[in-house]
Structure formats: structure tokens, C-alpha cells
């Protein structure tokens, strides 16, 4: 198990690195944000699990955390800080992070949560759908895009698990109909459409690749953003 470390407090860093080494973790370090970010992009493969400080000179944690939330979806981040206040506990957690740790903290402690995060990575491992930075969790059933997290009220989750278990291919509004409503609506109803929309707005923030097509007399699919289609 191969553990980054991203703190700038050379004191922290060698008793975290030290203690990891001594329960049989690779460690590496990182001692801002941006070098944070060059590891993760360099090792990522091979990295199982980042322990994050928020306070860090240059780029600041929070940055961190939704940037390799965004390019590492499947690394769990434990966020190990002296922000002890609610605000900043709810924001680490809804940004993605795996647990929040704050300092002064017991060692022992930290480890057991390592050791969880670790667990829950691997469980999930198999029950998360990706297409492209959409990413579906079918054990903690939250769904993110990119770095953000996104409530689907449950037609909407099953409607998007639909399509995500189907990438590129062309749904009808039959089939999904008949799948996600799972009884006869009245096929001149327009609830497949008014749900497509619902989702669509709720997927596609700010700036981000629309994924959700139409195509037209056909039904909707979810595809790769460079392919042409209609968004
Ligand atoms: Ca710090």
C-alpha cells in the first residue's frame, strides 16, 4: 500500500511517514499543493490513498482535494487537518473526501481509518459506474461529477444508472420507460423527456461537457464529449 502524504509541516511529515513505514505503507511526500498535484498525475497508478492537510502553502487543500477528486475519482483522500470547525468538516466530506481527521490526532486512530477507507475502496472498487468524469456509486448511492457531488432524486438515479450502464448506446424511450418506470405509462407520455431534462441540469454544471444526448426520433444515450451529437 503505497500512502502520499501532502503536508507542509516537516515535523507532521516525518512522524506520519515513519509511523506508516513502521505498519508497512510506502510512503511519499508532499510538501504543498502543487507537488501534491505532479505526484498524484506521476504515480497515480500506484498510489492507494492520500492523507491531505488543508493548510498548505501556495495551492490550498480544499484545491487539491476537488483536483484529484476530478483526475482520481477511485483515490481516496483522508483529509488530516487543525480545521477542527463544522464548516470545514461538511465542505472536506462533501468534496469528496474519504474521512476527516483533525490534529492533534492519536495515531492508532488514524491508522483504523486508513485501514477503512482502504476497505470501503476496495468493496467499491466493483460498484462504481464511470463515464468520462461522471462517476455513479452503486454502494454509497452518490453520484459525482468531476468533483462535485450530485442529489438524484430516485427516478433520476435509475434513469442515469440506466444510461451509464449502456454508454453510447441509443435507449429508446420505451426501453427506458419500461425499465426505469417498470409498468405501462402511456407511450404518448412525455415523463422519459421531462426526466432526461431534470438529469441534464443536474449533470451538466458549469463549463462541463454536456454528455447527455438526444437523438432525435430515436431516444437519449450518454457518449464521450468528442463525438458529434446534439447535446
Ligand atoms: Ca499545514
Known amino acids: 500500500m503505497n500512502v502520499l502524504v501532502v503536508e507542509d509541516d516537516e515535523r ?89 481527521v483533525t490534529k492533534p490526532f492519536h495515531f492508532e486512530e488514524l491508522l483504523a481509518r486508513i485501514r477503512a477507507a482502504l476497505r470501503l475502496r476496495d468493496q467499491s472498487a466493483a460498484s462504481v459506474l464511470v463515464v468520462e468524469d461522471l462517476r455513479l456509486d452503486l454502494v454509497t448511492k452518490v453520484a459525482w461529477r468531476g468533483g462535485r457531488r450530485i442529489d438524484l432524486a430516485p427516478r433520476e438515479w435509475a434513469l442515469l444508472e440506466l444510461l451509464m450502464r449502456h454508454p453510447h448506446q441509443v435507449l429508446s424511450r420505451a426501453q427506458i420507460l ?11 407520455s412525455n415523463i422519459v423527456d421531462v426526466y432526461v431534462g431534470y438529469l441534464r441540469r443536474k449533470i451538466n454544471g458549469p463549463g462541463s461537457t454536456p454528455l447527455l444526448q438526444t437523438v432525435r426520433g430515436a431516444g437519449y444515450r450518454l457518449l464521450a464529449p468528442e463525438a458529434p451529437g446534439e447535446g
Not at 483515490?75 to 466530506?93: E, M, N
Not at 419500461?178 to 404518448?188: K, L, T
Open 178 to 188: 419500461d425499465r426505469v418506470w417498470e409498468y405501462d405509462f402511456d407511450p404518448g
Open 12 to 100: 507532521i511529515a516525518s512522524f506520519l511517514t515513519k509511523g506508516l513505514k513502521a505498519e508497512g505503507y510506502a510512503t511519499e511526500v508532499a510538501h504543498d499543493g502543487d507537488e501534491a498535484l505532479a505526484l498524484a498525475e506521476r504515480d497515480g497508478d500506484t498510489l492507494d490513498l492520500v492523507l491531505l492537510d488543508l493548510g498548505l502553502p501556495g495551492t490550498d487543500g480544499r484545491v487539491v482535494l476537488r483536483a484529484l477528486r476530478e483526475r482520481r475519482p477511485a483515490l481516496p483522500v483522508i483529509i488530516l487537518t487543525a480545521r477542527d470547525d463544522v464548516a470545514s468538516k461538511v465542505d472536506g466530506l462533501d468534496a469528496g473526501a474519504a474521512d476527516y
